[in-house]
Every structure is written in C-alpha cells, then in structure tokens.
C-alpha cells in the first residue's frame, strides 16, 4: 500500500503551485536559460535541442533573427547583425572607441549618451538587441516550464558598472520580465558548485569565454558571496585561439597572398572544429580547400598547445594580479567556467597556478545559468530541503544549561530551519518543585563561554525523588530564525515558555569569533566537561547518602558504620576538590560499595512498611 503525502505546514500543497523561476546567463558569445524540472536544476534547450544560443541578433526588414540563423549571416549582412552586443551594453560613443575595431556597425548618439546602431529596421539601442536574445531566451524557457515564468535572475560580470547593470535590467524590463536579481557571474558559478554552504574561504573563478577572459575573487561571509577582487582581459577568448590556429594553417600551406573574407571564415571555423576536437584527443586531421587555399594535414595537442601558450600565460598573470590586489597567496577553492576551460592546457596552467584541482563537473559553458536557476528558485520561495542553503540555517548551536555549568546542546549549528527538537530532562535534587530553563548559544562546552539567550522558571514540579520528574523541554525555531522554547512536566502539566531572537544583536564577527574560540578550546573544553560530570555526580551520591543517614542511620546503622559512612562522605568531597576525573569516578563507586548493606537495610525498611501500611488500608477497606 502506498502511503499517503502529507506536506509540511504553510508549503504549497500542489507540487504546480510551485513558482516557475528561471536563470538566465545572457553572454557575450553564447546566452542560456536554466531551470527545474523533474526536481533538477537544468539549462534548457531549444527545439533542435541546442541548449547554447549564440548571442547574435540580425535585424531585416520583416523583423529580428536571434542565434545561429543570425550568426551564419554575419558574413554577409555584417551590419545588420549584431555580434557582442553585451560589450555595448550601458556604454556612449567614448566608451567603445577602443573596440572599434570588433565592432563594425555604424553608431548613432540619442539623448541618454547610449549609443545606437543603425540597421534596417532603424537605430536599435543595446537595451533593445539584448531584449530580442532575452525574448527568445524566454519563449524557451515558458514552453519548457509549461507557463509564464514567475521571476528570473539575469548574471552579469562582477566588474559590471551601474549603467552596465541598469542596462540588463532596462533589457529585461523590454520584455516584461520580473527581475527577482542581477547575480555576478561568478557568483552564480560559486552558487552551482554549492560552495554558498560550504566553508568559508576564498574562491576563484576563472571564466575563459569567446572573447572575453574575467577571473573573479570571491569571499563567502555568512552565506553572501563578496567580490574582493576582480581582472581579466576584455580582449582574450576562445577566438583567440581560433586565429592561432588559423594563422598556423596559413603558414603550413605555405600560403602567401591576402585571405579573402571568405577564406578566413572558412579557416576560422576550421580552427574552431580542430580546437574543440583537441579538448578530448590528442591529434585531429583537417583538410581545407576555400578557393585557392588548400591544406590538408593533421593538428596535435602539443603543438596547438604550443600555438596558444603565451595567451593562456596572459590569463595566468591576470589570475596573480587579481590576488595580489585580493592581499592573498591562495585560494580554497578554484571553479572553471566558460566553453574554452575545455581545453587541457588551461585546465592544467589553472591548476599548477592556484596548485588546487579545479572544480569542473558541472559543463562550464552552462554552470553560470544553472546557479542563477538556483538563485531564482529560492528567491522566488520554492525551496527545496537542500536548497534552503546557508541562507536558513543557525549560525550556531541552541543549548540549555545543565547541572553543573554544563551546555547541553538541544539543535546544533548549521541545521536548516524551520526546526522543532524536544529533549526531557529531570529533577537533580529529592522534592525539587522549580527548575530554571537557560537557553546558551554557542558551541563550547561551558555556560560562562556561551551567550545567554533568556532564563525562565518552571514552577509547580510536584514533590518527587530527584530523577523521577519527566520534564519535556522544546526547542522550536520558526523560519524567520525566531526562537520559542517551552518546558512542560509530564503528570501535571504544568508548563512555562519563552520566545528569543537567537540572532538578535549578534554580528557575523561576533559568530566567527565564537566558532574559532570553540575550536581553539575543544580539547580543553571537553577535558573540563569530563571533570564536571564526575563532580555533580558524586554530588549526587553525597547528597543522597547525607539525606539517608539522616533519616534512616539511627535506627537501621551501628554507631560505627554510621561513623564509616561519614568518613567516605568526607573522603569524597576531598577528592572532588582535585582535577582527575578517573580518581572522582573510583572515589563515588568505593563510597556506593560501603554503602551497598545500608542502603539493603533502608529498602528491606521500606517494603515492610509499605506491606504492612498495605494490610492494613486492605482490612480497613473490607469494613
Ligand atoms: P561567453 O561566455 O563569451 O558567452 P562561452 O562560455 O560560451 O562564451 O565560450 C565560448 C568559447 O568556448 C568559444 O571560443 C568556443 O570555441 C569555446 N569552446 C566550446 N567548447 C569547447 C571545447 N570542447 N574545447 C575548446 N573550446 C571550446
Ligand atoms: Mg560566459
């Protein structure tokens, strides 16, 4: 039999009440869109199932070309098409003086100081060329989710300055997108590794592309990623690769005269193919023949290697500038984005530069989208058990003071919330009818190391031997972190509570601080809790032999035994006085050993009376 579902208090019942939320990664060769479906966090394809859509639009008289169809007729209609739009995006005139040379299309100033471009279908600004890639991003992206898309997240270069990023979202508003975030690239790649729950430390992100090269530093602080340093070369790419390898086939077919336009598409994309193939083996054979260029010959990795070792240097010494700015000599952890960190020579400069094994599992070319779908999910409130991330979990651990200065600790830290954990607890002394509930935060051992959160009473305990109480003590923090923590005894009912705000008045420094003092002091900490233990519990057997002796020592002990009891009670105390817990532990078994004929003594007493009080309320109840 199947069993039935039932779903958690205030989450949406139906599955398709789910948000549909996506990620987009609107690049400067290629653009995606991500997002779930079956439960998994996924780029999504168009209907040839490509999932890359190259960022290329092509204006003509019956409307706008967006991806390969455009891309293919670059060549022929070069101003009408629009390559790299993103590099155009928030700038004038001024700013694109130095790229003149990649862009040529004919500008128009408007108002703003934005450009435009002049094409068929009139002057079209960035805003609008981006529009048209994220229009068709989004009709992908709405037939795969099956329905508007609730929310999206837009990535853009860390170093992207507030026109850039006014820009994106200007674009976004063209096509009515809600705009839950502009996420920095790296971030969104740090996101997709899951190193937003991770440890803490510096991460590097090395973002190879078409033509671009960024490598981002980035720190995470309490599960917010900051960038502490960013560089790269706006001018270094994949496609630079590509001429090295073309200028290399020129070369070897000996080949003397001016390439056509035609020629070099032809040997540009060659190159492309040998580059790519190279990425998985070691030698690729190609054969050119483009009017009258004619090649054929074989390629190996070495010498493509060789070919496109200085610009690989050129990243690498980005990389050193980037952390020499950062103030640092290493970082925890390196991810590699972009289609070009397919290529083996890069993966192995990055790894011997960093000296890490970079992280690459997930498809670099798509790793970006895929933590900006991430991101988009958990904004927009579908979260999911493991998504909640670093953004809902305590920073440190919830605990109630015990006998004995003693932290026990009732949910630990780094558990996601909402979370409710009940613990019970007793009475330490006979006839005990209060208890005070203190609630700590942090991780150390003892009370005084830890933050006192609040202190209630619990009253009414009904007169019971110490240890025979049931109190039931609940720790319950809701998911905006807020803490209630009830205690209630178990035959009467009484109970008292208490709400808190663990992370009221607490900064980020404050809990980094805590955590290194309880790693500084584990040892220490538990040391002193082994200690502490054995304390309270020979205090325990004192007190209760005391209380013994005084009642029953009179009528059930010899003047001697009495008097050899009362010197272990004294021994005891003595002992206890010292620091060695093996020495407190042998001390309270001796005292229980000389103590074990009394305490026969005392429950032969018992059970005597009881059965004759027993006898005597039975004949009381026949009459
Ligand atoms: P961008 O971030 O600039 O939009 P991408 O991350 O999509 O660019 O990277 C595109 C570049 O990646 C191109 O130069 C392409 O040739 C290169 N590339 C893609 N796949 C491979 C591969 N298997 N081996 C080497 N280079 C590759
Ligand atoms: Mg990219």
Request: hydrophobic residues 45%; charged residues 25%.
């Amino acid at each position: 039999m199947a069993l039935l579902q039932i779903t958690e208090p205030g989450q949406a019942q139906d599955p398709h009440q789910r948000k549909r939320a996506a990620g987009i990664d609107l690049g400067t060769t290629n653009s995606l869109i991500a997002g779930v479906r079956g439960g998994v966090t996924q780029t999504l394809a168009d209907h040839d199932g490509s999932h890359l859509l190259p960022s290329v639009v092509r204006y003509t008289d019956a409307g706008a070309v967006v991806g390969l169809d455009a891309m293919n007729a670059a060549q022929e209609d070069p101003l009408n098409t629009i390559i790299s739009v993103k590099r155009m995006m928030g700038r004038g005139i001024e700013d694109l003086k130095g790229l003149g040379a990649q862009l040529p299309y004919e500008f128009a100033e408007t108002d703003g100081g934005m450009v435009r471009l002049q094409t068929v279908a009139g002057a079209v600004s960035p805003v609008a060329v981006s529009a048209e890639i994220l229009k068709n991003l989004v009709q992908r992206g709405t037939e795969s989710l099956a329905g508007e898309l609730d929310g999206v997240v837009i990535t853009v270069p860390a170093y992207f300055d507030d026109a850039q990023r006014q820009a994106t979202r200007d674009a976004a508003r063209l096509v009515g997108l809600n705009v839950l975030r502009l996420l920095n690239e790296p971030t969104a790649a740090a996101v997709a590794y899951g190193l937003d729950s991770g440890i803490e430390g510096m991460i590097a992100v090395y973002d190879l592309g078409g033509g671009t090269f960024d490598i981002s530093l980035l720190r995470l602080n309490k599960g917010v990623f900051e960038v502490i340093a960013t560089g790269g070369d706006s001018a270094l790419g994949g496609d630079d690769f590509d001429r090295r390898i073309a200028e290399w086939l020129v070369e070897q077919a000996g080949y003397k005269g001016d390439l056509s336009p035609t020629q070099l598409r032809t040997l540009l994309s060659q190159a492309r193919a040998l580059k790519e193939t190279l990425s998985d083996q070691e030698r690729a054979t190609v054969q050119v023949a483009v009017d009258d260029f004619e090649f054929s010959g074989e390629l190996t990795r070495d010498t493509l290697n060789s070919l496109i070792a200085e610009l690989i240097d050129q990243s690498i010494k980005a990389c050193r500038r980037a952390l020499r700015d950062a103030g640092e000599t290493s970082v925890a952890n390196v991810v590699l984005v972009g289609g070009s960190t397919r290529v083996p020579a890069v993966r192995d400069a990055v790894a011997a530069f960093f000296g890490i094994t970079p992280l690459s599992d997930i498809d670099p070319d798509r790793v970006v989208a895929i933590g900006a779908a991430i991101q988009a999910n958990i904004l927009i409130g579908n979260k999911w058990e493991d998504e909640m991330l670093l953004l809902d979990v305590l920073p440190l651990s919830l605990g109630l003071e015990t006998v004995g200065g003693l932290v026990e600790k009732i949910i630990g830290r780094n558990t996601a919330i909402p979370v409710a954990r009940a613990r019970e607890f007793t009475t330490y002394k006979d006839g005990q009818s209060a208890m005070l509930i203190h609630v700590v935060q942090g991780e150390r051992e003892l009370v005084s190391d830890c933050r006192s959160l609040a202190r209630f009473e619990l009253r009414g305990i009904p007169p019971m031997v110490a240890g025979a109480a049931r109190i039931e003590v609940l720790f319950q923090v809701d998911a905006d972190g807020l803490l209630s923590v009830s205690a209630a005894e178990a035959t009467t009912g009484v109970k008292a509570s208490i709400e808190v705000l663990p992370s009221y008045g607490l900064n980020e420094h404050e809990i980094t601080d805590m955590l290194k003092a309880s790693i500084d002091h584990a040892r220490s900490d538990i040391d002193l809790r082994i200690l502490t233990e054995a304390r309270v519990d020979a205090g325990r057997v004192v007190d209760a032999l005391e209380s013994a002796l005084a009642v029953d020592s009179k009528r059930l002990l010899s003047d001697a035994d009495i008097k050899m009891l009362q010197q272990g009670v004294v021994t005891l105390q003595e002992i206890v006085k010292g620091t060695d817990p093996a020495a407190i532990n042998e001390g309270v078994e001796m005292l229980g050993k000389a103590s074990e004929d009394f305490a026969a003594l005392r429950m032969d007493a018992a059970v005597r009376e009881a059965f004759t009080g027993q006898q005597v309320k039975a004949l009381e109840e026949d009459f």
